[in-house]
């Protein structure tokens, strides 16, 4: 027995063999070594000695793990906040779990501050809408490649709306570092892949240096006219990778770039022959950019004093103003000279397609009228996708942004105007009073009918939603197109914010995202939204209530619910039609019945208060004035409205 | 031999019995054919550009109301529409379901007035604009008689819809050529001289047109 054995255990060790001694006595006596003489002196064991002979059992000398005190992704936010981002919408996802913690921790979730969405569309749509009004970027955060796919609608939206986002795609490119399963299929070698064809520029960064410039370079991108969404990848590794302060890469100034402005002697020409016509038109679709877009363009109007159609893409001009002659489509055949400023489709403005069984062009213009196109699009060309709309060649083309070439083109029309043309313009202005008042007066007679009726009729959802609002500073946040135009038609819109046109893209999904990150904007203008919202698009993307309500956005949703999609109601109609069979089939696949769907149930659910179904129109007023009082108080509301199909 | 007091007022009653039952029996059909025109108008989908009241959109279809197409124009225009409309051959839409459909949007109300309507009367005088100068010399009667007989077919700005567009009227026509038109209107156009509009009536239309956008020579 070792002589260092420790007292208590010698003791036990003896009076086992004396136990083991005294049965030994029953047995045949067997040769044992003599037991070890205990040594009073021996030292006891070290704890180093034991670990040195049982191996580290995880036990170290520090007391705490180390911290990651400069992880890469504080950089990132240091990026966003010296960008201006005051924002950032995300679904949370392990690919940018980095990124989010020094959202929170580090940059005390403020400018930016996190905007929690139930997906990813959603985040695209709300940076898409929020930009319209704020005149601004935010970021939109998505979980690589699965993440990036349940926003590319929306950023397809943003793309063809001419909006800037800037979506930040979480990735683990170094295959090494990945964990089995999820972090392989959550990620791709070239994420940027699935959005190429509709973002202005993306990147994929290898290291924070080049993150930090990359990123102000997809910002000064996404900003410069003609704006669109941007992609950039913030790899996994960047974000959580421990950098120390000797490493961190200096911070990148942002840049602002000027927008591109016309060509000098191509705004002279387009002035002449602005002076020189009997009949100008201007049609407008994207041409205010910000508020002073409007001003300017009815500056121009105004000495010209010329018509402007506004296609709506953007609130161009105030339709209180008589040179606002939007619905009044017979001028673009009586024009012999047009100004068509950021149009989205130029050939179809000249012309149209007629959906019958022959798809023949009809030209809407007069064949001698001369075309002047001022548009930045002519510098921005993507292959694949096919938004340019058809070929047309204008008689003269300013590849520039239309609001900075308006003070040129003012310049140079002043410049031309004399005092005897002055004079021959302003006798246009009775007849052209009397023709804004009388186009007023006929939507008036239009929205008289079927005033009464129920399902609601759209024109008397659109006044008695315009009586609610209209002491109020608000903003209208959603498409007019599909509810036949009233707010154009029978509203006062005299502010840039106060409308901010559509999707762009025509994809379904945008209204209700696109209109909480609008009212995002508004709050923090300190104005209400308000939204139209159609009930197929609402079922696209429904979970943006939870948002609504989760970051107490001040949006009033009212809704267009005519209980179908309703477009493709009249496409089956059309087609079964042409095949001369099953016309009273067009319910099936196009209906949103059987059963109704609750859409105040719904919102209620994800904490927005709610009334509806409502279909007698008498019941209107005093449900708006409700729902206004909560939007007030800075909470969103919804009423539904079941309505008229148009 | 008269008959008694009594039976005199008895047969009296029962003779207004029998008239209002009749009146009542040929009202019936009436009823139906109204009922099942509105069933037709949702079934085969005209309500999804024209409106369930009839009311039109910019987006869709005209309004139409209220209707004053006669039914063998309507007939004609329904089976091969010069517009974005889809045709309803015999097979999809009956001609008795035209009748029938005519009868549900006859039956529809008139539009109201805007200008008893609080929230839309403002619009009639533009914010404060001067009213409208008459663009033609008879603009009012023959507006008025144009927005009652015509504005169906060619639209209440004489756009054009169902039948042409009138807004060149005055450079093609003279007013009398014009006046005669619509005395002797060519095929599908409803022939409402003499029994709906009268000599007054044409001359004051047929004025309107051709002064429809400003003068012209006559």
């Known amino acids: 027995m070792p002589s260092d054995m420790p007292e208590p255990r010698r003791r036990g060790f003896l009076k086992g063999s004396l136990l083991v001694g005294a049965s030994a006595l029953a047995r045949p006596a067997i040769a044992r070594p003599a037991p070890p003489t205990p040594n009073a002196n021996a030292a006891l064991p070290t704890a180093a000695r034991a670990m040195a002979e ?16 400069h992880a890469g992704s504080d950089l990132m936010v240091d990026l966003l906040k010296s960008a201006g981002i005051r924002y950032v919408t995300a679904t949370p996802g392990s690919t940018f779990r980095g990124l989010h913690e020094s959202i929170v921790n580090y940059g005390g979730n403020k400018a930016p501050e996190l905007i929690s969405c139930v997906h990813e569309e959603i985040s695209a749509a709300m940076a898409h809408g929020y930009a319209k009004v704020a005149g601004a970027p935010i970021a939109c955060l998505v979980h690589s ?6 926003a590319s609608m929306a950023i397809y939206n943003a793309w063809c709306d001419r909006a800037p986002v800037l979506v930040l795609a979480g990735n683990g490119l170094d295959a090494t570092q990945r964990r089995p399963l999820v972090e392989w299929l959550h990620t791709m070698t070239d994420v940027g892949t699935i959005v190429r064809d509709y973002v202005k520029w993306d990147e994929t960064p290898i290291n924070l240096e080049h993150y930090a410039e990359s990123f102000m ?37 942002p840049t602002h770039v000027a927008p591109p402005a016309g060509e000098a002697g191509a705004v002279r020409e387009a002035a002449a022959l602005l002076v020189a016509a009997e009949h100008p038109l201007i049609v407008a679709d994207r041409a205010a950019r910000t508020p002073a877009g409007v001003k300017l363009l009815v500056t121009l109007a105004e000495l010209l004093n010329a018509p402007v159609i506004d296609r709506g893409a953007r609130m161009n001009m105030p339709t209180t103003h008589y040179l606002n002659q939007s619905f009044r489509p017979e001028l673009i055949g009586k024009a012999d000279v047009i100004l068509g400023l950021e149009l989205s489709d130029l050939w179809g ?124 500073d608000w903003g209208l946040v959603s498409n007019s197109a599909f509810i036949s135009s009233w707010p154009q038609r029978l509203w006062d819109i005299t502010e840039h914010h106060q409308y901010i046109g559509g999707e762009g893209g025509y994809g379904m999904g945008y209204g209700a995202p696109a209109a909480a990150g609008a009212a995002l904007a508004h709050r923090d203008a300190g104005r209400i939204a308000v939204a139209i919202q159609t009930d197929g698009d609402m079922m696209v993307l429904p979970g943006t209530l939870w948002t609504l309500a989760h970051h107490s956005l001040p949006l009033l949703t009212v809704m267009h619910n005519n209980r179908a999609w309703h477009q493709e109601t009249m496409h089956l109609t059309r087609i079964a039609n042409r095949r001369g069979r099953g016309v009273e089939n067009w319910r099936i696949g196009t209906t949103l019945t059987d059963p109704p769907i609750d859409y105040a149930a719904m919102a209620r659910s994800m904490g927005v208060w709610a009334e509806g179904p409502i279909s007698d129109p008498a019941k209107l007023a005093p449900a708006l004035k409700r729902a206004v009082a909560v939007v007030k108080q800075g909470k969103p509301a919804l009423l539904d409205i079941v309505t008229q199909p148009r | 031999m008269t008959l008694p007091r009594f039976a005199r007022i008895a047969a009296a009653l029962t003779a207004v019995a029998l008239t209002g039952t009749s009146l009542a029996w040929s009202a019936m059909p009436e009823r139906r054919t109204v009922e099942a025109g509105r069933r037709i108008w949702f079934a085969k989908g005209c309500f999804q550009c024209h409106g369930a009241a009839g009311q039109g959109s910019i987006i869709s279809g005209p309004a139409l109301v209220p ?80 927005g009652r007989h015509c504005a169906m077919c060619h639209g209440a700005e004489l756009q054009g819809g169902i039948g042409p567009a009138l807004r ?22 409803p022939k409402l001289y003499p029994g709906t509009i009268k000599d007054a009536d044409v001359a004051a239309i047929a004025a309107y047109v051709h002064g429809f956008g400003g003068a012209k020579g006559q």
């Open chain 1, 349 to 472: 403005t000249i012309n149209t397609v007629a959906d019958k069984a022959e798809r023949h062009a009809r030209r809407l213009a007069a064949e001698t009228v001369k075309v002047i196109a001022i548009s930045a699009n002519y510098t921005l060309a993507k292959a694949n996708v096919q938004d340019m709309q058809r070929y047309f060649s204008p008689d003269l083309t300013i590849a520039a942004d239309a609001e900075a070439c308006l003070p040129q083109l003012i310049e140079a029309v002043q410049s031309l105007l004399t005092e005897e043309r002055k004079a021959a313009l302003a006798a246009r202005t009775p007849k052209l009073r009397g023709d804004f008042a009388e186009m007023r007066a006929a939507a008036a007679r239009d929205a008289a009918n079927g005033w009464d009726a129920s399902p609601i009729s759209t024109a008397r959802l659109s006044m008695e939603l315009w009586e609610a609002i209209r002491p109020l």
């Open chain 2, 67 to 146: 209707f004053t197409l006669p039914l063998d124009a309507m007939r004609h225009y329904v089976r091969n529409p010069t517009g974005v409309m889809p045709p309803y051959r015999q097979a999809a839409l009956p001609d008795d379901d035209v009748v029938a459909v005519r009868a549900f949007l006859v039956s529809l109300p008139a539009p109201r007035d805007p200008a008893t309507i609080p929230l839309l009367a403002p619009l009639l005088r533009a914010a404060g604009e001067p009213a409208r100068p008459a663009a033609a010399p008879a603009g009012g009667v023959g507006k008025a008689l144009f």
């Open chain 1, 54 to 69: 049982a191996g580290a059992v995880g036990i170290t000398a520090d007391p705490e793990a180390p911290i990651i005190k």
């Open chain 1, 145 to 150: 490649n699965v993440g990036l796919q349940h």
């Open chain 1, 217 to 253: 370079r997809a910002h000064q991108i996404a900003t410069t006219p003609p704006c669109a969404p941007v992609m950039l990848v913030v790899d996994s590794d960047l974000q959580e990778r421990d950098v120390p302060p000797a490493s961190r890469p200096a911070l990148p100034r």
């Open chain 2, 168 to 189: 060149e009227e005055g450079s093609r026509h003279s007013v009398a050529e014009i006046q005669q038109i619509l005395r002797a209107p060519p095929a599908p156009m």
